[in-house]
């Protein structure tokens, strides 16, 4: 939906590169199962994250396979068969596009608001089986059973409530980051028993804060030529970052992953380094580094402190895996 949570391939162990495009494909597999052919189009590695996550922490061991695809005609690939967590974030990958369809519909103009008039039908009939429980199918979401409409509304709710937010255009970019941190807190933790709901509410929460910030800030440049709403735009009086700014976003930004540290620490791999080579990757190196970017934040002037902050901190986990 997004695409800034990435890991830092070259820092990846090849079977952790392997692993990861597992999971990837697996959802891939997934989406076409559950929400139609035409719902693999909106895949992306926000989700794949999500999923590894969710496996992680309700304790998944993935069952993996070789197979050949659309995408993939003439060499197999491995990827991770059907489980109850991917089926779950194949549905949600739905519902949140719908979701957000519909939002752009509302405020956006121009090229983008007919690209979303387009898409809806698509999306709609994504969602339609996305919130409908196939009883005869074995590998549904068992434990969430028919909840998906009650996520389905939960998400569609917060969604106005952001939009009806921003038809404010409050000097805040922290106030809108909250609410959809609130919806990927609850889609994340959704349907969990309580001791892992609360460990993924939390990652959640602080993930989608992290990511509406960085996508407001990616967009801030062409929001600003057309017209568009924008919560930097509305703290700056519609000028750009500077240089200090961009800093201090990126101070935020390291913040709010600081914050999801202690949830992503109770996670108990139980013999799943690969698992944790790949999350520990994407949060101490991969999203980081997505953000820099966006912020156009130079590695080469990152003081050398800086730079390997990243990698210790990395180095710290990987050496718990030993």
């Keep these: 939906m997004f695409g800034y ?46 999923a590894l996550v969710r496996m992680a922490v309700t304790g998944v061991n993935p069952e ?39 939002d752009d519909i509302e405020d956006e103009r121009g090229i983008k608001k007919a690209k979303a008039r387009l898409a809806l ?17 074995g590998k549904a979401a068992e434990n969430v059973g028919d909840g998906f409409e ?26 809108y980051a909250e609410i959809f941190g609130e919806i990927m807190a609850s889609l994340a933790s959704f349907g969990l028993n309580d001791g892992d709901a609360r460990i993924m509410y939390n990652i959640g929460k602080h993930l989608g804060r992290w990511v509406y910030i960085t996508d407001a800030a990616d967009d801030a440049e062409e929001d600003m030529k057309k017209g568009r ?18 800093e201090q976003i990126s101070d935020a930004l390291r913040l709010e992953l600081d914050g999801a540290v202690p949830a992503f620490d109770l996670i108990e791999y139980n013999g799943r380094p690969d698992m944790e080579g790949i999350i520990n990757n ?41």
Excluded at 7 to 19: A, G
Excluded at 70 to 96: G, M, T, W
Excluded at 230 to 246: A, I, S
Aim: hydrophobic content about 35%; overall charge positive; charged content about 35%.
């Design 5 to 50: 949570i990435l890991t830092d391939t070259p820092e990846l162990k090849v079977r952790e590169q392997e692993y990861y495009r597992a999971v990837y494909c697996g959802l891939c597999r997934a989406q076409g199962k559950c929400t139609g052919q035409c719902s693999r189009m909106t895949l992306n590695y926000d989700i794949a994250f999500l």
């Design 64 to 102: 993996f396979a070789k197979g050949r695809c659309v995408a993939h005609p003439f060499r197999k690939r491995h990827y991770i068969k059907r489980n109850e967590q991917l089926d779950f974030c194949a549905r949600s990958a739905a519902i949140l596009a719908y979701g957000k369809c519909r």
């Design 121 to 137: 039908p698509f999306l709609s009939h994504m969602r339609k089986k996305a919130i409908k429980t196939d009883h005869r199918d």
């Design 150 to 175: 009650k996520l389905d509304i939960a998400v569609r709710e917060k969604l106005k409530e952001l939009s009806e937010l921003e038809k404010e255009k409050l000097r805040s970019v922290d106030v």
């Design 229 to 246: 709403f924008n919560p930097f735009l509305l703290l700056y009086d519609n000028e750009l970052m500077n240089e200090r700014q961009r």
């Design 282 to 322: 994407i949060l101490y190196l991969g999203m980081p580094n997505s953000a820099d970017r966006v912020l156009k934040i130079s590695q080469i002037n990152e003081s050398e402190s800086d730079k390997n902050a990243k990698r210790k901190r990395h180095a710290k986990k990987q050496s718990r895996q030993s």
